[in-house]
């Protein structure tokens, strides 16, 4: 009794924490990129100016943002998976984030303006007058935005768009700055003919502070719907319990992605158990890999009473007969 008891316990953690880690590594594939001549559609945006391209809900996203360009810039790398599981694409003053475990097409601004304020750091305040008419008081962050910041502020989204003001105004570089959660905003006076409030190239500086690979720049020029070759298979192989018994029902999560991370779909996927007593069983994936790379094979156990142990489970990937790869990932037979 105590024994199934801590079986059902441990069991009910892995699921929880697999079931997580495969959220993460699966990817809907309405925002992913993925530069096959299989899998274009017709959402992609080309800029020019920049060489990429914005496509599915990033595309969605930017478009129904006024003054996007405004407040946004022109993207400077394609989307990509970073290593927390999140789609990401950066531009020139802010980074899109779409969660695959979400399971929707929300959009949401990584918080560029939080993540490179530095709060102590020397920061140099101007001796500007905070008035009652022309400033707005956010309680939450306990900072004002005054006179032509808020005006800009409240012309251009707001919350939404710009969030509410982290830092006072200050001074920085010999410029009037202030830091708002998703931007910078600043003060051009040079700028005569143009807007004197600007957002600041966030999206630039984050990608260089985050350590971000610098070939994700490189422009894709013109050819941005040619096919891209896929070279290598990326496998990640789950079982959703570390143990079973020995007439148990098992699962398998199976992700198959390219040498650039990217899903690889309708790939072929079938197992084989290896049972401690030397037996074996072999099962074929019921469907390919979906947009997202992604495909689940249930299993049987079935093993001789006397039989306790760790299952092998030998897994198998193939795209085509050139292109194959193996991984193996186990599970326990405890009682």
């Known amino acids: 009794m105590l024994k199934t008891c801590l079986k059902s316990v441990y069991n009910a953690c ?5 079931l997580v880690l495969v959220l993460l590594l699966t990817v809907v594939v309405g925002g992913y990129t993925r530069w096959s001549a299989r899998a274009q559609g017709s959402d992609v945006r080309y800029f020019p100016e920049t060489g990429h391209t914005i496509r599915g809900p990033f595309r969605t996203f930017y478009e129904s943002t006024p003054d996007a360009l405004l407040l946004f810039g022109y993207p400077i790398t394609e989307a990509f998976t970073n290593e927390g599981g999140l789609e990401v694409q950066y531009f020139q003053k802010a980074r899109f984030e779409h ?3 979400a399971l929707s097409d929300v959009v949401q601004l990584t918080p560029l303006g939080r993540l490179l304020y530095n709060p102590y750091a020397e920061h140099i305040q101007p001796d500007i007058p905070v008035s009652a008419t ?7 962050t306990r900072q004002n935005l005054c006179y032509d910041f808020l005006t800009y502020w409240e012309a251009h989204g707001g919350e939404r768009y710009l969030g509410k003001p982290i830092s006072p105004l200050e001074k920085e570089n010999d410029r009037l700055v202030q ?5 910078r905003l600043e003060w051009h006076p040079e700028n005569i003919s143009k807007a004197q409030i600007v957002t600041a190239n966030l999206g630039e500086i984050y990608f260089r502070v985050n350590g971000e690979n610098p070939a994700l720049l490189r422009a894709i020029g ?6 891209q070759r896929v070279t290598r298979l990326i ?14 029902e098992q699962k398998l999560y199976v992700i198959v992605r390219d040498q650039n991370k990217q899903p690889i779909t309708n790939a072929a996927v079938d197992i084989t158990l290896r049972y401690p007593d030397g037996t074996s069983a072999k099962y074929i994936a019921p469907k390919n890999t979906n947009q997202a790379g992604f495909t689940v094979i249930p299993i049987e156990v079935n093993a001789a009473e006397n039989v306790i142990g760790t299952v092998e489970v030998l897994v198998r990937v193939s795209v085509s007969p050139d292109l194959h790869t193996e991984t193996s990932t186990s599970f326990r037979i405890w009682y």
């Open 222 to 227: 013109g050819s941005f719907i040619a096919e």
């Open 134 to 140: 022309a400033c707005h008081y956010f309680p939450d």
């Open 179 to 183: 830091y708002l959660e998703y931007a």
């Open 14 to 18: 892995m699921r929880k924490h697999l």
């Open 99 to 101: 969660n695959p475990a």
């Open 235 to 248: 496998v990640n192989a789950f079982v959703t319990q570390a143990s079973v018994s020995h007439h148990d």
